[in-house]
């Protein structure tokens, strides 16, 4: 297809040769075929594209008369189509737009010289305004700046094809500073520490917020403020720092459930060799646990500092009533820890291990109101070996605590633990034997109530002739007139 610029050329040689028609005294004369190229450029851009057909007509070269009787056919075509984008559906935007490409081109084919009526360049500019308009709605916004284009060559355009497309130039604009944005979003996603990661989005909210604010800036220098483009690239930019704002609301809401549930977590944590730990490495795991409690909450504590809006006065206040309970559990279970080792510290436990329930009445010669006693006994022993068990004697009471051994291996009695002898020599502990009224194989403690600081008692059994031995632990009123 030949265009309008390609032979832009040869149509001004025509006009010159026509204005030289009217001096006929004045340079070289004009051939018939060049006159009549003349006549019917002036009836064309006078009267109608029709009116120049008589005179190219005359054209006697044929080549030239068909170029130039074949503008008014590319014409003709060029209206026809237009009239056929006109008179589409409306909603039928391909078939419009492919009509109105179809009529553009040919009509665009035309040499400048040869003016296009009113009615034509005013349909073409409403068809493109139209089309425009729907590309733009349709986000197609190079599309829609080529058809513009397109339409101020062919059509000469106009201030609403400007204003479109001075829209388009602001969307595009912002839709780099977007680009910007989003790269930053990118970073901050791919960030590997949490701070990082939350610095990155708030840099990212930051580049969206300003593209939004030079949107605005640059819509309204352009006249373009409320338009289509402008509105939806505003709302886009928007949208997009809100999801920012929810990704990062996110990511701090979970990480501060994360530090709350390592408190959980840390408290609930079981060693690997659960079952073989001896009370000393349970105590020792146990105060671990404190520590990692108390590390996970500062930690807790530092996140809600350095992000207050996070969490909330009611989310710390429930941390840190979970952690009370926790310390108090703890403290709990290491008390009966710290128990336990105690009483498998004191040695063999004596059965029953309490007497003294029924106490003995003074003077009294009833079975009943004698005293039960406490039984011990052992095989194979080789050294020391420690017992101990509980005695009721209330304050005031002038009972006796007497411990009976079948042999005359020696014993001693203790109101402390000794912890299996260890604490007898280092802190020089008192037995409270009162040997001065010792029988036999019979070890008491007289006025026990007095002498005992607690309602238990402890007492070593040093070796004897045989590894064998066995005895009984009894309350008497009186040891020394031996009524129990």
């Given at each position: 297809?030949?265009?309008?610029?390609?032979?832009?050329?040869?149509?001004?040689?025509a006009?010159?040769?026509?204005?030289?028609?009217?001096?006929?005294?004045?340079?070289?004369?004009?051939?018939?075929?060049?006159?009549?190229?003349a006549?019917?450029?002036?009836?064309?851009?006078?009267?109608?594209?029709?009116?120049?057909?008589?005179?190219?007509?005359?054209?006697?070269?044929?080549?030239?008369?068909?170029?130039?009787?074949?503008?008014?056919?590319?014409?003709?075509?060029?209206?026809?189509?237009?009239?056929?984008?006109?008179?589409?559906?409306?909603?039928?935007?391909?078939?419009?737009?492919?009509?109105?490409?179809?009529?553009?081109?040919?009509?665009?084919?035309?040499?400048?010289?040869?003016?296009?009526?009113?009615?034509?360049?005013?349909?073409?500019?409403?068809?493109?305004?139209?089309?425009?308009?729907?590309?733009?709605?349709?986000?197609?916004?190079?599309?829609?700046?080529?058809?513009?284009?397109?339409?101020?060559?062919?059509?000469?355009?106009?201030?609403?094809?400007?204003?479109?497309?001075?829209?388009?130039?602001?969307?595009?604009?912002?839709?780099?500073?977007?680009?910007?944005?989003?790269?930053?979003?990118?970073?901050?996603?791919?960030?590997?520490?949490?701070?990082?990661?939350?610095?990155?989005?708030?840099?990212?909210?930051?580049?969206?917020?300003?593209?939004?604010?030079?949107l605005?800036?640059?819509?309204?220098?352009?006249?373009?403020?409320?338009?289509?483009?402008?509105?939806?690239?505003?709302?886009?930019?928007?949208?997009?720092?809100?999801d920012?704002?929810?990704?990062?609301?996110?990511?701090?809401?979970?990480?501060?459930?994360?530090?709350?549930?390592?408190?959980?977590?840390?408290?609930?944590?079981?060693?690997?060799?659960?079952?073989?730990?001896?009370?000393?490495?349970?105590?020792?795991?146990?105060?671990?646990?404190?520590?990692?409690?108390?590390?996970?909450?500062?930690?807790m504590?530092?996140?809600?500092?350095?992000?207050?809006?996070?969490?909330?006065?009611?989310?710390?206040?429930?941390?840190?009533?979970?952690?009370?309970?926790?310390?108090?559990?703890?403290?709990?279970?290491?008390?009966?820890?710290?128990?336990?080792?105690?009483?498998a510290?004191?040695?063999?436990?004596?059965?029953?291990?309490?007497?003294?329930?029924?106490?003995?009445?003074?003077?009294?010669?009833?079975?009943?109101?004698?005293?039960?006693?406490?039984?011990f006994?052992?095989?194979?022993?080789?050294?020391?070996?420690?017992?101990?068990?509980?005695?009721?004697?209330?304050?005031?009471?002038m009972?006796?605590?007497?411990?009976?051994?079948?042999?005359?291996?020696?014993?001693?009695?203790?109101?402390?633990?000794?912890?299996?002898?260890a604490?007898i020599?280092?802190?020089?502990?008192?037995?409270?034997v009162?040997?001065?009224?010792?029988?036999?194989?019979?070890?008491?403690?007289?006025?026990?109530?007095?002498?005992?600081?607690?309602?238990?008692?402890?007492?070593?059994?040093?070796?004897?002739?045989?590894?064998?031995?066995?005895?009984?632990?009894?309350?008497?009123?009186?040891?020394?007139?031996?009524?129990?």
């Open positions: 297809m030949t265009s309008r610029l390609t032979i832009a050329a040869a149509a001004i040689t006009l010159f040769l026509a204005s030289c028609a009217t001096l006929e005294d004045e340079g070289p004369k004009l051939t018939s075929d060049e006159k009549a190229i006549r019917g450029v002036t009836a064309w851009n006078e009267t109608a594209p029709s009116a120049a057909g008589p005179f190219w007509n005359t054209i006697k070269d044929e080549a030239t008369r068909t170029i130039w009787t074949g503008y008014i056919a590319r014409f003709d075509a060029g209206t026809k189509s237009l009239a056929d984008a006109s008179a589409a559906a409306t909603g039928d935007e391909a078939r419009i737009l492919a009509a109105y490409e179809k009529a553009r081109k040919a009509l665009g084919g035309l040499p400048e010289t040869l003016e296009l009526p009113g009615d034509t360049l005013a349909g073409g500019n409403a068809l493109a305004e139209g089309r425009m308009r729907a590309l733009i709605a349709a986000d197609r916004l190079s599309a829609a700046r080529e058809l513009g284009k397109g339409a101020v060559q062919t059509f000469g355009g106009t201030d609403a094809i400007a204003a479109m497309d001075a829209e388009i130039a602001v969307v595009f604009r912002s839709r780099d500073r977007e680009a910007e944005a989003d790269a930053a979003l990118l970073k901050a996603r791919a960030a590997v520490a949490f701070d990082g990661k939350i610095e990155g989005l708030d840099a990212a909210s930051t580049a969206y917020t300003r593209a939004e604010t030079f605005a800036d640059d819509a309204r220098k352009a006249g373009a403020a409320g338009t289509q483009g402008v509105t939806r690239e505003a709302s886009r930019l928007r949208k997009r720092r809100q920012v704002a929810i990704e990062r609301e996110k990511l701090l809401r979970e990480q501060a459930y994360a530090l709350k549930e390592a408190i959980g977590e840390e408290f609930a944590r079981v060693p690997e060799n659960t079952g073989d730990m001896t009370l000393e490495e349970v105590l020792a795991h146990q105060e671990s646990v404190k520590a990692s409690v108390a590390k996970a909450y500062e930690e504590l530092r996140f809600a500092e350095r992000y207050p809006k996070t969490v909330d006065p009611e989310m710390l206040a429930e941390v840190e009533d979970q952690k009370k309970v926790l310390d108090a559990r703890i403290a709990q279970v290491n008390a009966e820890i710290r128990t336990a080792k105690e009483i510290s004191r040695g063999k436990v004596v059965m029953p291990v309490i007497i003294g329930l029924f106490n003995p009445q003074p003077g009294s010669t009833a079975e009943a109101q004698k005293s039960r006693p406490a039984v006994r052992a095989t194979g022993t080789k050294k020391n070996e420690y017992w101990w068990g509980m005695v009721s004697i209330p304050r005031g009471t009972n006796d605590l007497v411990i009976a051994v079948k042999d005359n291996r020696v014993v001693r009695v203790f109101t402390d633990n000794t912890k299996s002898g604490l020599e280092k802190q020089k502990m008192k037995d409270l009162n040997r001065g009224y010792k029988v036999g194989n019979s070890w008491p403690v007289l006025n026990a109530g007095s002498q005992l600081v607690t309602d238990k008692y402890f007492f070593e059994i040093q070796p004897g002739k045989t590894g064998d031995y066995e005895g009984e632990v009894v309350v008497y009123s009186s040891f020394i007139t031996r009524v129990r």
